[in-house]
């Protein structure tokens, strides 16, 4: 089976990714559209990132106070999405040493 080509609109980086995952993988149409999206979320971190790396990460807002740039909160975003959807795709298979406590219905809740 020939791999399709990457979306277009996709960074080089993004689509040299989206090339080895779907050679590595069999996806199915919707996992296709979950690497879209990653390789997407991919490209607007480091958007994101070139953006702080020229504009920094304080701004300055209209009343004169330093304050954190909203590229860092894009950055983390983009970042978050695609570690969700790497590991919804399964691409996060590797496991830890040993067996994991389950989770249970007082997951999360204060002792």
């Known amino acids: ?3 399709p ?3 277009s609109h996709l960074s080089r980086t993004a689509k040299t990714w989206w ?8 996806l199915d149409e919707h996992h296709r559209h979950l690497l ?23 701004v300055v807002d209209r009343f004169g106070c330093q304050k954190e740039s ?10 978050n999405r695609f570690r ?4 919804e795709l399964g691409l996060d298979v590797q496991q830890g040493d040993g ?5 249970d219905a007082t997951y999360g809740t204060r002792r």
């Open 1 to 3: 089976m020939t791999t």
């Open 5 to 7: 080509k990457p979306p």
């Open 19 to 26: 090339r080895q995952v779907h050679d590595g993988y069999d």
């Open 36 to 58: 879209r999206l990653a390789c997407e979320s991919m490209d607007e971190a480091e958007k994101a990132r070139a953006a702080l790396a020229s504009e920094g990460h304080v």
């Open 70 to 79: 909203p590229w860092c909160g894009i950055e983390h975003k983009a970042q």
């Open 84 to 87: 969700i959807l790497c590991r």
């Open 99 to 103: 067996p994991r406590m389950p989770r």
